[in-house]
T-cell receptor, first 114, second 115 residues
Framework: DAGVIQSPRHEVTEMGQEVTLRCKPISGHDYLFWYRQTMMRGLELLIYFNNNVPIDDSGMPEDRFSAKMPNASFSTLKIQPSEPRDSAVYFC????????????FGPGTRLLVL | GDSVTQMEGPVTLSEEAFLTINCTYTATGYPSLFWYVQYPGEGLQLLLKATKADDKGSNKGFEATYRKETTSFHLEKGSVQVSDSAVYFCALSDRYSSNTGKLIFGQGTTLQVKP
């Protein structure tokens, strides 16, 4: 299996622009997670899905952030409008169902908002 | 609520030194416990896990034992290498949590190994 795939790997944009991050989970995995990592705040869970349904979005910082999972093999995280404080590495992860299961992380998207 | 606490970093060791990274947890139920490692520029990857009390997880020379009595899951390695330099995250998953499937992560501990 190719693992969790994220695109783009790097994104540089200007403040106010829309940014869309993409994730393809491992085939057959029921859970998908979006994380954000910064030096100041560490690793934060933004939102996660079970069988394409959002379960917990309490970590989404504000209305500028939205996430969708239209099918089992694709998810997006959108920031509109973007701000410099959104600069971070965004990770997508997926896992099989069950509380003992390992989460598999993608390589991340490094976002810089100027 | 559930939480994970790790020792503060960074931890700096010489090659072949013994490593311990402390991790303690708070959980309402019977959690599974994990150690993840993040190498520079990469995503997190599972290092080892334990799913019940007294289980020992091991991988690549690293070990951690699930201690229910002390609510701990300390990571150890007998002889570290420069290639072990990374950030290590302790995490738990609680079957009785309202958010089953979600991992609770500690803040991460940076390990730097010098030749």
């Amino acid at each position: 299996d190719a693992g969790v795939i994220q695109s783009p790997r790097h994104e540089v944009t200007e403040m106010g622009q829309e940014v869309t991050l993409r994730c393809k989970p491992i085939s057959g995995h029921d859970y998908l997670f979006w994380y954000r990592q910064t030096m100041m705040r560490g690793l934060e869970l933004l939102i996660y899905f079970n069988n394409n349904v959002p379960i917990d979005d309490s970590g989404m910082p504000e209305d500028r952030f939205s996430a969708k999972m239209p099918n089992a093999s694709f998810s997006t995280l959108k920031i509109q409008p973007s701000e410099p404080r959104d600069s971070a590495v965004y990770f997508c992860a997926s896992s099989l169902s069950g509380f003992q299961e390992t989460q598999y992380f993608g390589p991340g998207t490094r976002l810089l908002v100027l | 609520g559930d939480s994970v606490t790790q020792m503060e970093g960074p931890v700096t060791l010489s090659e072949e030194a013994f490593l311990t990274i402390n991790c303690t947890y708070t959980a309402t139920g019977y959690p599974s416990l994990f150690w993840y490692v993040q190498y520079p520029g990469e995503g997190l990857q599972l290092l080892l896990k334990a799913t019940k009390a007294d289980d020992k997880g091991s991988n690549k020379g690293f070990e951690a034992t699930y201690r229910k009595e002390t609510t701990s899951f300390h990571l150890e390695k007998g002889s570290v290498q420069v290639s072990d330099s990374a950030v290590y995250f302790c995490a738990l998953s609680d079957r009785y949590s309202s958010n089953t499937g979600k991992l609770i992560f500690g803040q991460g501990t940076t390990l730097q190994v010098k030749p």
